[in-house]
């Protein structure tokens, strides 16, 4: 298969030749898709402004490179194999015909409700197939698709609408999560209060629950497709146009609206899948993340779409109606790559190996880990009880803002090791910077993880907001991207990715900003402060500690905590719920003003018997009152 590396040698020249001659090296990959118009210049970039621009002047739809080329030889192959939360009713198979023409009937359907080029979309949706349809749709139209994860809370759907000033909301009457119906289009209603952007909203049917449907704005998706054109011609789109915004959470409290491009992004993702997952043309490929982050429209929508790919979209949860679904599913519909987060693993592990002991799961080849470091007792039963020590594991290190994986072995070609993200993928270039800014060049480093090369896929800016684009990821260090991340590296150059080193924490695979969540504690009528950190958490891989300060004692301590969730839960989403709160006198400052987050880490994880410097501190007797009162 061409673009497909085989060999660790293989690698090894091809990683050389992307570092020599980057502009040559991707200028190959992107002559295999179809463009209108081929590229002016390859690339532009300055990372003190910071402007890139890959395959500037190239005209092309992603569209018609993920569904019209593949018409031809694969017309009737499955592009989305989707799987109902219910194992009742039935696994749908959606062809690139098929699907093709979907997208060109929403296409259709967007236009007659006013959508033009540039203009911005909310996507606050279940995991059916027509989110894929609805993500196509605006691509093929040229507008830009926001999507929101649909276990966001009505605040969080309201910031982000007005965020972007999208003008149309796709969502649902609701969407079914396990034993759970989740009132999407109740909480759509919720939000829509307050976003005088949005003229349209169209629902589709997916519970039959009863919804409010406002006359002027509503339309149900279904009537909208029934007279719609099967035929519409995509859109020319420049290389650089905004493909999609998707919001990450950051260290200051508003989310962060990633934006990025046509061609780049295309050229990357396409690239990384078929590589990271050594993919081949018959494989049945299942990631089992959500399309509302980035791993989902990676890697459920345009990596595998760009290849030809079929798609495993899951409706459910793994643990509905019984333990053993994923590995029900595995079997039943014999998975090849299979490709989960950490947490989930964890979580499966915890219930017991008699709940995958009864499936059959020789179909797969490839197994793969996302979201965040995978721990070394997790690897190892994954590696034994799942690939039976006979599936490479790939384990994935990348974010929102690289749009596609930066780290990771390749299936069966690369090395491996447990807990490593272990090599850069070609046209990465990765460093490891100290506290000064200098690169640490010793055989082994430990410090900031920067990289200092442009690559196709990365984020262009923060919608409408460049200036904290350059502040965030661009002013800590000269002339580097800096991921946020600290990292290791090996002898043998293999990288180690050892958490963040900013105030986000990574809860199931999620960023979370700590400063988002203090945000909703605060509301709190009788909190006057709060500060969140992470501790190490079982399941999750970090629990969410808050310590608080009343302003008046509380009659009912449960009761207070219990109203503190359930602010979080309505201002973020229940994702971001604090698993343990800690009520204190006061909290440990330097004489600034400054929290010193770095003590409270150390206390909510149990090390208490080395908090390292505390001379800084206005009031170092805080410190142990905060430790007796430790849960």
Known sequence: MKNKINSFKEYKEEYKKSIQNPELFWAKK??????????????????????????????????????????KNYANKTAIKWIPNNPVEETINISYSQLHRQVCKFSNVLKKNNIKVGDRICI????????VVAVLACARIGAIHSVVFAGFSASSLKERINDASCNLLITSDGGFRGDKIIPL??????????????KKCV???????????NKERDVWWHEEMSSASEKFNAETMDSEDPLFILYTSGSTGKPKGILHTVAGYMIYTSYTFKNVFQYDEQDIYWCTADIGWITGHSYIIYGPLLNA???????????????????????KEKINIFYTAPTAIRALQAKGDKFITPFNLKSLKVLGTVGEPINDDAWKWYDKHVGNNNCPIVDSWWQTETGGIMISNLAGVTPSKATFATFPLPGIQPC?????????NDSEAEGSLCVKFPWPSIARTIYGDHKR???????KFKNKYFTGDGALKNTNGMYKITGRVDDVIIVSGH????????????????????????????IKGHGIHAFVIFREPPKNLDQQKKEINNLISSNIGPIAKADKIQFVQGLPKTRSGKIMRRILRKIASGETKSLGDTSTLLDPSIIDKIKSNRE
């Open 432 to 440: 490891i910077l100290d506290d000064q800014g200098d690169e640490i």
């Open 124 to 131: 606050y949706m279940p995991m059916v197939p027509e989110i």
């Open 30 to 71: 992107a002559k295999q898709f179809c463009w209108q118009k081929k590229w002016d210049t390859v690339l532009k970039w300055d990372f003190k402004k910071p402007e890139i621009k890959w395959f500037e002047g190239g005209k092309l739809n992603i569209t018609n490179n993920c569904l019209d080329r593949h018409l």
């Open 511 to 538: 960023n979370l900003g700590t400063a988002e969540i203090e945000s909703a504690i605060n509301k709190h009528q009788n909190i006057c402060e709060s500060a969140v950190v992470e501790f190490p958490h079982k």
């Open 203 to 213: 629902v589709l049917k997916r519970t039959n629950k009863k919804v409010s449907m």
């Open 309 to 331: 790919a079929t798609s495993v979209m899951f409706e459910g949860v793994p643990s509905h109606p019984h333990e053993g679904r994923f590995w029900e599913i595995i079997e």
């Open 469 to 475: 684009f350059k502040d965030t990821y661009f002013k």
């Open 185 to 198: 289009k109740n909480i759509s209603d919720e939000a829509m209060k307050e976003t005088p952007s949005i």
